[in-house]
């Protein structure tokens, strides 16, 4: 790349994190070290440390996969090291999340991105730190009746609106009375509840008027695939197999219902989703699932990362969109725009936004669909 673009790109990159951008000359050339100290040393000083606490692993691959990842990359475009942050997974376990708080603030957190498992015991998480002068950000769930000073994530409740309209869609041409299941998420996680009181205003009005047949709604505790594939073979059975769709709160869950299907030597149904993981993307490749919706975790991860940076360095916070009402407080909130990924726009959504790869997702029995010349 020729130093003019070089630097052009750099100075894209310090609008988005206010750092500086190119030197006085290229003397040099590329060394990741240089430009990070260049960075570090031309932006305010760091006042402690920031700590991501990440859920799990089994909920959905991002969090490992995606989110880690681009809480690196961001925090390296700042200009931090790796001895300025830390990035920890809870694997589901809130005492340890709890833990990991602890450790963190002991260690020199002055600001924490938090995945709650559930509000409970984000909201205990929550009041120990800022009793220490702790900042606080929920990061993609909201903790409900908590005291968190900012959240970042993406608009659950429109994401659960797309998928609504999306099953709509699949749905168009369907003879009959339509049997649709809904498996929604965690009854903990707000994330849930939001998307569920999406997919309920756009589906409610079908099932009052006898237009869909609704053939059961379940949760499915802390979003585990295997709960959900018990609860969907439990519909399938009660149904008799009679399932002409299914309302699934996330991916992990449609692969879920979508093994259960094939397990039965059963037609796949249109099937909804959420996150885009690489699995999702074979699936509908192979017209196995239907579509999926898409928050840019990129996006989430880095403007969440921008913001715990400027409020470790002193500064005032800049790109939040609005305030949600957590049932305590108001929360300065950034919210992210979800988006509807099918067949048609894969390589234009999670593979442009380097969320998953063709490498990841063409494997096996799935190299066949992928694009010639991907």
Not at 85 to 100: V, W
Not at 109 to 122: Q, Y
Not at 350 to 367: H, K, L, N, P, T
């Amino acid at each position: 790349m020729g130093t003019r673009k070089l630097c052009a790109a750099l100075a894209a990159a310090a609008l988005v994190f206010g750092v500086s951008a190119c030197g006085g000359d290229d003397e040099g050339g590329s060394g990741g070290g240089g430009d990070t100290t260049a960075a570090s040393s031309s932006a305010p000083k760091l006042n402690g440390k920031i700590a991501v606490l990440l859920p799990d692993s089994r909920s959905s691959d991002r969090w490992e996969k995606a989110d880690r990842r681009f809480f690196e990359e961001g925090f390296k475009a700042a200009g931090l090291t790796s001895d300025d942050y830390t990035i920890k997974n809870a694997e589901g376990d809130p005492a340890a999340q709890r833990s990991q708080a602890e450790q963190a603030i002991t260690e020199g957190a002055k600001t924490i991105l938090l995945v709650n498992l559930d509000p409970g015991s984000g909201a205990a998480i929550i009041d120990n730190a800022k009793s220490q002068g702790v900042t606080m950000v929920d990061y993609d769930r909201l903790t409900t009746d908590g005291n968190a000073d900012y959240y970042v994530s993406g608009d659950a409740t429109e994401a659960g609106r797309l998928q609504g309209r999306g099953i709509i869609e699949d749905l168009e041409n369907a003879s009959g009375k339509p049997a649709v299941a809904i498996l929604d998420g965690a009854p903990t996680d707000s994330f849930a509840t939001d998307l569920k009181k999406g997919y309920g205003e756009v589906l409610q009005p079908k099932f009052a008027s006898g237009e869909y047949r609704k053939v059961d709604q379940q949760a499915v505790p802390n979003w585990d695939g295997q709960k959900a594939l018990t609860i969907f073979e439990q519909i399938l059975q009660k149904s008799d197999n009679k399932v002409d769709a299914v309302v699934a709160a996330n991916d992990t869950i449609a692969n879920a219902t979508i093994s259960a299907l094939k397990a039965r030597k059963l037609d796949y149904v249109p099937t909804s989703g959420l996150d885009a993981t690489s699995q999702a993307v074979q699936h509908i490749l192979a017209g196995e699932q239907t579509f999926t919706v898409y928050f840019s975790i990129k996006d989430q991860a880095t403007k969440a990362a921008k913001l715990a940076v400027e409020v470790a360095r002193g500064q005032k916070p800049t790109g939040i969109t609005t305030q949600v009402d957590n049932g305590k407080k108001q929360v300065p909130t950034i919210l992210l725009k979800p988006q509807v990924v099918r067949k048609d726009n894969i390589a234009s959504t999670v593979i442009a936004d380097d969320f998953v790869s063709w490498d990841e997702v063409c494997v096996g029995e799935y190299e066949k669909l992928c694009p010639a010349d991907r």
